[in-house]
């Protein structure tokens, strides 16, 4: 049974305990805006319209559960409903926008990337994380969010579930169809980089 | 290293190899993710152990979750962005 304790808190009370369980998920909750809308702007408007909900709905969050999980699920479905509408950003990947993308990038490894680049420099790690979220940006907003929540933010499949209002089988199957094919988009880029996998 | 796990994926009878590649292949988001059940753990592990394609398919997926989670940078939260929150909390009560 819930137990709504909020609801006997002052205003003093529930303000210093919302700022004391909600706010320190800022940094992570503000990230995921960002991967879902891949925009700044768009990132800080769905951030701030997450906490006024939150707050409104403050004596329905259970003290004591997993508040990264509740405000990760106000988020998504926030964006769902009415922040994807007015986006700037299209919901829907443009694929000739990808497609010409890696086109230059097979032209690149033939001549520009040298084969005794060292892997540990910095720049290199750079690199491989600036390809790595390219890949992933060009992945579909369904796919792109359970990797988010896997890899990134660490989320069991359990608590994905709950935040996507899925099945955990299909939480199963999107994070495997994602990873498959974030990984067809890795290889290509890591045979330009003269790696063979 | 490559050629013992070679040789002895060789040996396997073909059938019993398919069916649990299959399984394994099954188990290796379970795996990587850290869900998989004690049972299925032990039966990954054995059969790696002993197949060089499924024992390579768990390292490109354990390299493909560590990609994101290690390379992937993380955005800065503007530093506004609290006390932008705080304020329009308080305009809205």
Known sequence: ?197 | MESKFTEMYQKEPAEEKDGACEQVADMLDSVVDGEASAEQQTFFNSHIEECVTCFENHQKQKLLKSLISGHLKRVIVPASLAQTIKAKIQESI
């Open chain 1, 1 to 197: 049974m819930s137990e709504q304790t909020g609801k006997q808190l002052s205003k003093e009370e529930k303000d210093a305990r919302f700022e004391a369980e909600l706010l320190p998920v800022l940094d992570p909750l503000y990230n995921f805006a960002y991967r879902l809308t891949l925009d700044e702007d768009d990132a800080n408007d769905l951030v701030q319209e997450t906490y006024l909900k939150a707050y409104r709905f403050f004596d329905y969050f259970e003290q004591g559960t997993n508040a990264k999980a509740w405000l990760f699920r106000i988020l998504k479905n926030s964006f769902i409903n009415e922040f994807r509408k007015k986006s700037k950003q299209p919901a829907k990947v443009d694929y000739s926008e990808v497609e010409g993308y890696y086109n230059t990038d097979d032209v690149e490894g033939e001549n520009g990337v040298a084969t005794t680049t060292d892997m540990r420099s910095e720049s290199v790690q750079d690199l491989i994380g600036d390809e790595v979220a390219s890949a992933l940006n060009t992945l579909p907003v369904d796919f792109r969010t359970v990797i988010i929540l896997c890899d990134l933010e660490g989320f069991t499949y359990e608590e994905m579930a709950k935040i996507l209002d899925i099945p955990i089988g299909t939480v199963r199957s999107r994070l495997h169809r994602a990873r498959n094919s974030l990984k067809e988009k890795l290889e290509k880029y890591a045979k330009t980089m003269g790696y063979n996998s």
